[in-house]
């Protein structure tokens, strides 16, 4: 056979005849790809964003790590800059001890407005009642002439304790002598205990020597006593620090104000310095 004729069994197709070391250039069917991860080259992993687990955030407000040496890797370091970062254990520490002592203290009145309410329920405890019995005034010294006030006023007031299982204890006791709101002498009532049903007279002596007045009240005390017939219309006041007692255990101290008003005061004419209580006793105000 000529060389340049083709051996029997092949086809010609006028390309280059294959490789006969690497007939199959593309994978045979079925084959998996020959790079799954479907990267052309394997680059290296990008660096890690985040700390290592070993490292820790540095609290707020702190340095930063010094500088390494030269030839050294810096150590990872991250500043916190948000403001919603958790506090750290010294702020959480303050904040528990607010919280237990804002506990404690709502504990404590809870405590004690239920012993108060248990003690009222046991005890009922009710105010007393005053009320002044006589009054006399003397050395009653006041003209449209002079602003200076003299006179002698006594009073007795009544106190009665209407509690059947508490005694009262005043202490702390002011006696105020008042025309119309205006103050006209202060003193000071000793204190006293008055136990349970009991009735106490109390006597109060007002020496007004010398007092300022002003023109304008001086002439109404005076028209006052012109018109009603030497009769004059004077206001006592009484306040006081009480508590109640059972046996030896004392309850809440309590702020006492008692308010007799319009005492009348009857003067035989205008010019009579003088005068008594006219009428009844009078009943006063009593405020606990």
Not at 26 to 37: D, K, V
Not at 134 to 162: C, E, H, R, Y
Not at 269 to 277: D, H, I, K, P, Y
């Amino acid at each position: 056979m000529a060389s340049g004729e083709p051996k029997s069994g092949t086809t010609t197709t006028g390309h280059p005849a294959p490789d006969q070391q690497n007939q199959y250039p593309y994978p045979p069917p079925g084959a998996p790809p020959p790079n799954p991860t479907g990267m052309a080259y394997p680059y290296p992993p990008p660096p890690n964003p985040y700390p290592p687990q070993n490292y820790y955030y540095p609290p707020a407000g702190s340095q930063p790590p010094p500088t390494p040496p030269t030839g050294q890797q810096q150590d990872y370091y991250y500043q916190n800059y948000n403001p919603n970062y958790p506090p750290q254990d010294g702020q959480d520490v303050g904040r528990r001890l607010i919280r237990i002592m804002i506990i404690a203290v709502i504990a404590f009145f809870i405590f004690s407005g239920f012993i108060t309410f248990i003690t009222f329920l046991m005890f009922h405890p009710e105010a007393p009642l005053f009320s002044v019995t006589s009054a006399n005034v003397t050395d009653f010294n006041l003209s449209s002439g002079t602003t200076q006030l003299t006179s002698q006023f006594k009073f007795d007031v009544k106190a009665v304790n209407p509690n059947k299982k508490l005694g009262l204890l005043y202490a702390g006791i002011n006696a105020g002598l008042q025309y119309k709101r205006n103050t006209l002498n202060i003193i000071n009532v000793p204190p006293f205990f008055q136990p349970i049903g009991l009735t106490t007279m109390l006597p109060i002596r007002f020496a007004t020597v010398g007092y300022y007045v002003n023109h304008d009240m001086a002439d109404e005390i005076l028209l006052e006593k012109a018109k009603n017939g030497g009769v004059v219309e004077f206001n006592l006041q009484i306040v006081a620090q009480t508590m109640f007692e059972h046996d030896e255990v004392r309850m809440k101290r309590r702020i006492l104000k008692v308010y007799c008003d319009d005492i009348k005061i009857a003067f035989s004419n205008t010019t009579q310095t003088e005068g008594t209580l006219l009428g009844p006793e009078v009943k006063c105000t009593v405020i606990l």
